[in-house]
């Protein structure tokens, strides 16, 4: 019910542009989210975005990544400029409805190579 697209290998220092859209079946999204898990490691907050705009970020992200929405769309993005080869690692959207229910997309690979 999460499609995730805009994955891809890029050179340090590079951009990737990520969306996640929701399908048409979930209603009253609330907060969206971005997670990442490196090999072997545990997911890890990246950004969010709540249904009133207001956003928050993992330091390691701050003034490189950008999370915003459409809600017209269902859509949630996130904009990652100035890529390091850190930053490699699988990345899930997460949406929480208003309702209280939860949904996950199914990962897409972002590789930075140096």
């Known amino acids: 019910q999460l499609v995730e697209s805009g994955g891809g290998l890029v050179q340090a220092g590079g951009s990737l542009r990520l969306s996640c859209a929701a399908s048409?079946?979930?209603?009253?999204?609330?907060?969206m989210t971005w997670y990442r898990q490196a090999p072997g490691k545990q997911r890890d907050f990246v950004a969010t975005i709540t249904n009133g705009g207001n956003t928050n970020y993992a330091d390691s992200v701050k003034g490189r990544f950008t999370v915003s929405r459409d809600n017209d769309k269902n859509t949630v993005y996130l904009q990652m400029n100035s890529l390091k080869v850190e930053d490699t690692a699988v990345y899930y959207c997460?949406?929480?409805?208003?309702?209280?229910?939860?949904?996950w997309g199914q990962g897409t690979q972002v590789t930075v190579s140096s």
């Open positions: 048409g079946s979930i209603f009253s999204i609330g907060a």
């Open positions: 997460n949406i929480f409805t208003v309702g209280g229910r939860n949904y």
